[in-house]
């Protein structure tokens, strides 16, 4: 009974084959592969409703980046910018585009110790989405260098 | 780093890789085993750093993000042979992909005890990296170490990542940073966004007042329920053959709306579809 738009079917066949089981040290007794478990995700207790306290603790002693491919409705873009924007982060640098093989990447805004970042043209998962920039985007972002 | 995880001869993977790859078990709290992929880095493992990937749901695996998304090789839709990403994290980086809490993927918990929550979901993840980075991997410690994800990861990365840095009296990791995708940060700016989300795009008009109850489930019904992708809006929506008896969708769906009158009927609505592509 599996919505539309989601195909997780080659990955299902090919981590439930017994020969990929033993390859990669599953023992016997641990049942077959899902993707997503109903038990799990039934029975989770969601203890927060917002991450405003851990980012408050967390952009005053590491850096941090939060992107988001602008065409997602799971989780979309605006409310991560709304999310970032109410931190009342002392701004590094103003919104501007950043650039993957001569296009436009998306859009990013610097605050201290957070990077907002979008990556244009992606959905949820945006290193599948778009491969290309994704690379850019975090290895810019672990090296220190200009997105 | 532990022979006995090493991947030797991994199936349908037919072209050469520069790398060493593990695959294996990391201890988290009493009796939850988190399985774990390690691709170290084709460019310099000593060098690079360490990056951690979790996916979200709450309860899909991090496999989605090994072999769909970041990894060296995604699966193939014939779901037995790999190709190559030139894209892959691992180009720079050694990536470590971890499915938690237990019983995601091929995680387990001893006496079958799959509930959990935000808090002891950190606390075993943290746990998982203390066993990676002291029996495991004890090489790695010194690299830099980033935590990073997708989706409800936007819950796992900032919880774990207090975790490393509160108890880095007690046990010091190299922590350098954290990065999060399309995370949920809150419940209330993801369900107020999406609102406006879905007039600018045309999704709906403004017409009617949005504030009211049938409205905003009008507006959620069009957003996630008519056949649009809800994780790619300019994407196609492939049909999807029963891949399994709960899905993606219905995990990051129970994040939307979750307190609004009509969420049971939204979720009840996503199961019952079948094929009804527009």
């Known amino acids: ?147 | 780093a532990p022979d006995s995880d090493e991947i030797i001869d991994l199936p349908g993977l037919n072209h050469n890789i520069s790398f060493r790859h593990y695959s294996g078990y990391l201890s988290g709290a009493e009796g939850k085993h988190l399985h774990y992929w390690f691709v170290e880095s084709s460019r310099s493992p000593a060098d690079d750093p360490v990056v951690l990937w979790m996916n979200g749901g709450p309860g899909c695996s991090s496999m989605e993000g090994l072999l769909a998304e970041l990894g060296p090789y995604p699966v193939n839709p014939d779901g037995k042979t790999l190709k190559e990403n030139i894209y892959a994290w691992n180009k720079m980086a050694n990536v470590l992909f971890l499915e938690a809490p237990a019983c995601v993927g091929y995680s387990y918990d001893t006496n079958g005890d799959c509930a959990t929550g935000d808090d002891e979901v950190s606390f075993s993840n943290y746990l998982a990296l203390k066993d990676f980075f002291t029996n495991k991997f004890p090489e790695y410690r010194k690299n830099e170490f980033f935590i990073t994800g997708e989706s409800y990861a936007g819950v796992y990365v900032p919880t774990l990542t207090v975790r490393v840095l509160e108890g880095q009296q007690d046990f010091n990791i190299n922590l350098q940073g954290y990065a999060i995708g399309n995370g949920l940060s809150s419940y209330k700016l993801n369900d107020d966004s999406i609102i406006f989300f879905g007039y600018f795009h045309g999704l709906f008009g403004d017409d009617r007042s949005c504030l009211l109850f049938l409205q905003v489930a009008v507006a959620s019904d069009i957003i996630y329920n008519q056949g649009l992708n809800m994780y790619n809006l300019y994407d196609d929506c492939p049909a999807s053959p029963s891949a399994g008896n709960f899905s993606r969708v219905e995990a990051d769906l129970s994040n939307i709306f979750k307190e609004h009158k009509s969420h049971p009927e939204m979720m009840l609505k996503a199961r019952k579809r079948i094929n009804n592509l527009t």
């Not at chain 1, 979008?118 to 989405?129: L, Q």
């Open chain 1, 1 to 147: 009974l599996d919505p539309p738009c989601t195909n997780g079917t080659n990955l299902l066949m090919y981590l439930n084959t017994p020969e990929v089981r033993k390859a990669i040290h599953i023992p016997d007794s641990v049942g077959k592969f899902e993707l997503c478990s109903d038990e799990v995700n039934h029975d989770y207790k969601r203890e927060y409703e917002s991450m405003k306290p851990q980012y408050e603790f967390l952009t005053a002693r590491v850096r941090g980046l939060v992107y988001n491919g602008d065409i997602d409705m799971a989780c979309n873009f605006l409310g991560d910018e709304w999310f970032v924007e109410s931190l009342g982060l002392r701004v590094v640098e103003g919104r501007k585009v950043w650039t993957e093989g001569g296009q436009v990447g998306g859009y990013v805004k610097r605050f201290e110790n957070l990077d907002l970042l979008t990556v244009r043209g992606a959905g949820h998962m945006v290193p599948e989405d778009k491969p290309a920039p994704a690379l850019k985007m975090i290895t810019s972002f672990i090296f220190k260098k200009p997105y």
